[in-house]
Nanobody, 127 residues
Framework: QVQLVESGGGLVQAGGSLRLSCAAS????????MGWFRQAPGKEREFVAR????????YYADSVKGRFTISRDNAKNTVDLQMNSLKPEDTAVYYC????????????????????WGQGTQVTVSS
């Protein structure tokens, strides 16, 4: 079983930055796909970013493109999300997600494609 634990959430003013981290653990760990989703109160969970094991293949939601950067360290089994130029609409619980199979290019956005999830970390951006 793969365990995912997020950290790094908090309160920040609009225009500020936060860096979220996700640590993966479990015997026989081998996950090519890792990503981030977020969910605000009363809203559906939405895709934020995805990264393949190579670190060179990334995909972002239009709402965060140019502001957020996803990265991973396979040796440490971690994936990070650097969030810059934060806006109040970025306020949400952010979830780390992972899958043991390669996801087709047209399905990165779907939460149903990811088998493993962290507990979430709260990000609040004030006006």
């Amino acid at each position: 079983q793969v365990q995912l634990v997020e950290s790094g959430g908090g309160l920040v003013q609009a225009g500020g930055s936060l860096r979220l981290s996700c640590a993966a653990s479990g015997r026989g760990f081998s996950i090519p796909e890792m990503g981030w989703f977020r969910q605000a109160p009363g809203k559906e969970r939405e895709f934020v970013a995805r990264i393949y094991w190579s670190g060179a293949d990334t995909y972002y939601a239009d709402s965060v493109k140019g502001r957020f950067t996803i990265s991973r360290d396979n040796a440490k089994n971690t994936v990070d999300l650097q969030m810059n130029s934060l806006k109040p609409e970025d306020t949400a619980v952010y979830y780390c997600a992972a899958d043991r199979r390669t996801i087709s290019s047209g399905s990165y956005y779907s939460e149903k494609e990811y088998d493993y999830w962290g507990q979430g970390t709260q990000v609040t951006v004030s006006s």
